[in-house]
């Protein structure tokens, strides 16, 4: 009480002093004479020589930001397509900070230079069409050589993935990630998002998870059938609340079990011989990669930077991004000098509380031990993926088939003349 | 209000005859169909919400700064469930983030920089007594309040605020499983939009309407002050726009309450598969940046145009180039519409599309360009009078070359690959659009503070304030964007999960520093502001001796602006300095010579 009555009263007093200082205040400015709609030669004088102290500070601090992080930015390209991307980067840094640099000095020179004083008039200029064109065709022409250069590099970057590229599946939901490899078929099997279970995160399709799935879904309908008739108490009446909820949520259960056994009735392509992978995917190094990707729940985004590549991840709609790692995780901590390095796959688009803990370890290595690291796997039927190693045979492209390939097409040129 | 739109071209003593109704407390200060009150109404809440955002923003930078570190004060706002111990919720960091965002971009900058300007100047410059319809202005305002307010109480409820980002996109923002902020949270961000996007249409027209309609005699096109032009092109892209986004949030609306599957597809969450499938959540992402890029246009035209007028009368001299200002509002306007592309290329979207929107994305750099050495050129050879307004817009120009020329990093698809949605993006946005906008906005409160309030702000301490502002501004912003050349991830809770981020701790807590002397320093703004209202020097009628026609009116409001009869136009805008004449300026009102020319207005 006492202690609240005192802030009270200091608080008071504060606002008192506050009122008087401003009083004060307010009277030295009418005795000086000072005017608020007015500026005197000292106050532009002041003011712009401020100006041209922030520029040079503003380029100081441009310099201290470039030095401090230095050493703290994306180490060179992990990736072949980043190289280029890197040295186009860097070309329209140059431009940019060239463009940067000369309109600053003008802006803050011309400030600083032309600051007002009394009695002098400005010099009269509306216009002048030279002038203005000659600063709209340099932008422009500046402007036509960074489109074709980026678009160049779109399209490299864009085209469709190699023939022999490994094809990976990355597939996000809230809040992880899971890779996934074609098994022995070379191919990835189908997936369904009606089929995602606690043993099934990806929701691929295989027999067994298809029937998996309808015995998981039979048990609910009997749980929800059973609470209609509870043990030792009347019978919920259908059409009371309850019991509306309780058909309702039956009903869904029945119709998710509907999908299922029509999904038992398409033809599809067996995941059983694909291989799950979480945490830390690997990835042969001077090999395409094709990754598609898909999502479970929301919009995530595939990001590598050190790969200088990205892919939202869209539920409904598959994308894809391929590249050509170039140097190995181990290169790559010799070169940073960073023995935990890692390459890391992030998420890179707003889905929820973890989103920014939401990550992969990506190993890029030398072929054989890639191979290795794969054989090591398991599939979904449970199987060792030991004979993969050499399952992506038909993939790689060894020199035999390279030749078929090539009298393929000179076959077929021929036939087309 | 037919009648007072007509009483607009009568003369002056029907026009007195019309005022005679008494005004009372309520019709005069809240449901006031007076533009001039209206811009300040505007003003007033827009200011009250960019606390709100800045006060949010500043409670995410403590804990971007001092990951996981315990404060007091997060405690004492958010309580015990969204800072437990004074340590941020990671759902709450998104919710302040989106709120933030959708406060500043929408309530200050389209809002309060729009509602405020449009509504004061569109009837002083070009010499009407009022807006063509006083009765919608009121309605535009008293709907953007109430969304405000409902924007305001979103804070409050259990499940906390919206918090997919102010882009809102679905599924995150459709499903009540994927985030706590998209359940009651999301519905009222949504209604609250519904509500603004009615303000900001209803607003738009009146604008158009008036500009094209009640143009006072002599006052040409092409006579126009920039400011007019700005704002008019501005409320075109405004009406243009916004049905397109509240198309989207419908949609949105639709999928979240009556079942309908317009941006749901294939999805699985909470354990259940969803029985909504077979529409495209890039569907929407087409639908808001279709919106989304006119909307950073919407926010930095009015800005550009309050530069020109600033600059100019500043520099006592013409605005250089006065055509080609026009002729570059005009370009921008029209491209902004076939660019949103560009905040997509990372969606899986067609290749060719992409390069497209690659294309038309760096076509706006040119009359942006054509803008900036435009601004430069107008101070060469000046007379440069460096009031606090004047020092805003030399700000607002290096601040709108910074930004906009790391537009042309992002715009290049193939660059924005790796960039997109880092620290880079952030950068960006935020130095060409908030900090032009914002500095911009400033500069109008200081420059035409004395015609809203009869009286001046203080100068010393409005440099002070810019000062503060400019510096702590790019000390935010500017280290962003080599963060996010390093890839740091925009949007994240904390960095410090990846080794490779972990390390810009340093740099984050400088940021976050900074942050916090550039809030401070608005405190100095707003005790200026209020201070000035009741205490400042007694403004005379014109004091900054400008040749546009709102300072040709009294000091004191008055309805229907000018006591006698309309002023006639004979010139244009922006003769400062004219070779010749006594004095360096000419307003509008005065009669060419005999011999004179005004350049061909
Ligand atoms: C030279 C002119 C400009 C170009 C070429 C340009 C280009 C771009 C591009 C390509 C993006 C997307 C980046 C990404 O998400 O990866 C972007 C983002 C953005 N730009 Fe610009 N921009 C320019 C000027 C402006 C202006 C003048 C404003 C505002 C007044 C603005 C506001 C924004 C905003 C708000 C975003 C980010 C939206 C978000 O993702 O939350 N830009 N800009
Ligand atoms: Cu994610
Ligand atoms: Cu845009």
Redesign the interface.
């Known amino acids: 009480m006492m202690l609240t009555l005192l802030i009270l009263f200091v608080g008071v007093l504060g606002v008192l002093a506050v009122v008087q200082l401003i009083r004060v205040f307010e009277l030295a400015r009418k005795i000086r004479g000072h005017r608020d709609d007015q500026v005197t030669n000292r106050e532009n004088r002041f003011q712009s020589r401020m100006m041209m102290v922030f520029l040079f500070g503003y380029f100081a601090f441009f310099a201290w930001c470039f030095w401090v992080t230095k050493d703290k930015l994306l180490p060179e390209s992990a990736s072949e397509h980043g190289v280029g991307l890197d040295w186009l980067l860097n070309f329209n840094f140059l431009i940019i900070t060239i463009a940067f640099v000369l309109t600053h000095i003008a802006l803050f020179y011309f400030a600083y230079r032309y600051s007002g004083h009394r009695g002098h008039k400005a010099v009269y200029m509306s216009h002048d069409n030279r002038l203005e064109l000659v600063w709209t065709i340099i932008p422009a022409a500046f402007m036509a050589v960074i489109i074709i250069y980026g678009l160049n590099a779109w399209n490299d970057i864009t085209a469709d993935a190699p023939e022999d590229a490994h094809q990976i599946e990355l597939y996000s939901f809230q809040f992880a990630w899971r890779a996934r490899y074609p098994g022995q078929d070379g191919i990835l099997g189908d997936a369904n998002y009606n089929l995602v279970s606690s043993t099934n995160d990806m929701g691929v399709m295989t027999p067994k998870f298809l029937d998996e799935k309808i015995v998981e879904l039979e048990g609910d309908i009997a749980l929800e059938t059973a609470k209609l008739k509870p043990e030792g108490y009347p019978e919920i009446d259908p059409s009371s609340t309850m019991g509306k909820q309780y058909t309702k949520e039956i009903n869904r259960l029945e119709r998710h079990k509907k999908r299922i056994q029509k999904l038992q009735q398409l033809e599809y392509q067996d995941a059983g011989d694909d291989i799950m992978i979480a945490d830390t995917f690997h990835i042969p190094v001077n090999k395409p990669v094709h990754f598609v990707f898909r999502s479970r729940d929301v919009i995530h985004s595939a990001y590598m930077p050190h790969f200088r590549a990205q892919m939202n991840t869209v539920p409904g709609t598959p994308t894809e991004f391929h590249f050509k790692p170039i140097v190995t995780t181990e290169e790559m901590r010799e070169k940073t000098g960073d023995e935990e390095f890692n390459y890391y796959l992030y998420c890179n688009k707003i889905c929820g509380s973890s989103h920014y803990n939401m990550k992969m370890i990506i190993i890029v290595e030398d072929e054989a031990s890639y191979a290795e690291w794969l054989a090591e796997q398991t599939t979904y039927n449970g199987e060792p993926a030991g004979e993969l190693a050499t399952g992506f045979h038909h993939l790689k492209s060894t020199p035999e088939n390279e030749e078929d390939k090539q009298e393929a097409t000179e076959d077929e040129v021929a036939q087309m003349n | 209000m037919a009648s007072h739109a007509a009483t607009a071209h009568a003369p002056a003593s029907a026009h007195a005859a019309d005022h005679h109704h008494e005004e009372n407390f309520f019709t005069k200060y809240l449901f006031s169909q007076d533009h001039k009150m209206i811009g300040k109404q505007f003003l007033i809440t827009g200011t009250f919400m960019a606390f709100v955002g800045m006060m949010l923003s500043i409670f995410f930078r403590l804990q971007l700064g001092w990951p996981g570190e315990k404060f007091a004060i997060l405690n004492f706002f958010l309580g015990d469930k969204w800072a437990p111990e004074g340590v941020l919720d990671?759902?709450m960091y998104?919710a302040l983030v989106t709120i933030h965002g959708t406060i500043m971009v929408f309530f200050l900058l389209t809002a309060g920089l729009s509602g405020t300007f449009a509504n004061l100047l569109i009837p002083l410059q070009i010499g009407a007594r009022d807006m063509a319809s006083g009765f919608m202005n009121m309605l535009s305002y008293w709907l953007f309040f109430l969304s405000s307010a409902i924007m305001i109480g979103s804070l409050f409820v259990e499940t906390g605020p919206a918090a997919?980002?102010w882009t809102i996109?679905p599924?995150?923002s459709a499903?009540e499983e994927?985030?706590p902020g998209s359940g009651i949270g999301m519905t009222l961000w949504l209604v609250s939009m519904t509500l603004f996007v009615a303000s900001s249409l209803i607003g738009g027209l009146n604008y158009i309407v008036t500009i094209i309609n009640l143009r006072t005699k002599g006052m040409t096109m092409t006579r126009l002050p920039l400011t007019v032009w700005a704002l008019f092109v501005t409320a075109i892209l405004g009406v243009l726009s916004f049905p397109v986004l509240f198309a989207g949030v419908l949609l949105l609306v639709f999928d979240r309450s009556f079942g309908t599957s317009f941006y749901?597809?294939?999805?699985?969450?909470g354990g259940m598969?969803?029985?909504q499938?077979?529409?495209?959540?890039?569907l929407y992402q087409h639908l808001f940046w279709f919106l989304g890029h006119p909307e950073v246009y919407i926010i930095l035209l009015p800005a550009l145009g309050i530069t020109s007028e600033v600059i100019a009368v500043n520099?006592?001299?013409?605005i250089?180039?006065?055509?080609?200002m026009v002729a570059s509002i005009l370009a921008i306007g029209f491209l902004s519409f076939i660019v949103w592309g560009h905040h997509m290329f990372?969606?899986?979207m067609n290749?060719f599309v992409?390069?497209v929107f690659?294309?038309t994305t760096?076509?706006i750099?040119?009359p942006s360009?054509?803008k900036?050495?435009?601004?430069?050129?107008t101070?060469?050879?000046?007379?440069?009078?460096?009031?606090p307004a004047m020092?805003f817009c030399?700000g607002m120009?290096?601040t709108f070359?910074?930004g906009g020329?790391?537009g042309?990093?992002l715009a290049?698809?193939?660059?924005d690959?790796?960039i997109?949605?880092?620290y880079f993006v952030v950068a960006h946005f935020h130095i060409v659009m908030g900090l032009s906008a914002v500095l911009a906005m400033f500069g109008g409160v200081y420059h035409w503070f004395?015609k809203m309030f009869g009286r001046?702000?203080?100068?010393k301490l409005g440099?002070i304030h810019f000062?503060l502002t400019?510096?702590s501004g790019?000390?935010v912003f500017?280290?962003m964007?080599?963060?996010g050349?390093?890839?740091m991830?925009r949007?994240?809770?904390?960095?410090t999960?990846?080794?490779?981020l972990a390390?810009?701790t340093?740099?984050a807590q400088l940021i976050s520093a900074f942050a916090i002397l550039g809030a401070i320093a608005q405190f100095l703004f707003a005790f200026n502001f209020f201070?000035s209202i009741f205490?400042?020097?007694k403004?005379?009628q014109n004091?900054?001796k400008s040749n546009t026609l709102e300072w040709t009116t009294p000091v004191e409001h008055i309805h229907g602006n000018w006591p006698g009869p309309l002023p006639t136009v004979h010139r244009w805008a922006?003769d400062?300095?004219?070779?010749g004449k006594d004095v360096?300026f000419v307003p509008q009102t005065v009669p060419l010579e005999e011999g004179e020319t005004d350049?061909g207005h």
């Open positions: 990671p759902n998104l997919a980002g996109y599924p995150l499903l994927a985030m749901l597809s294939d999805i699985n969450i598969a969803l029985e499938t077979g529409g495209s959540p890039l520099s006592r001299k013409p250089f180039g006065y055509r080609a990372v969606t899986g290749p992409g390069a690659t294309f760096l076509l750099a040119i360009a054509v900036a050495f435009n601004f430069i050129s101070l060469f050879k000046g007379n440069i009078q460096f009031t020092m030399v120009v290096s070359i910074s020329l790391t042309i990093i290049d698809n193939a660059l690959i790796n997109h949605d880092t004395p001046m702000m203080n100068k440099y000062w400019f510096a790019y000390g500017f280290p964007h080599f963060t050349l390093a890839g991830p949007r994240y809770y904390q960095y999960d990846f080794p490779m390390e810009f340093d740099l201070y205490r400042g020097q403004a005379e004091p900054w922006y400062y300095s004219k070779p360096d350049e």
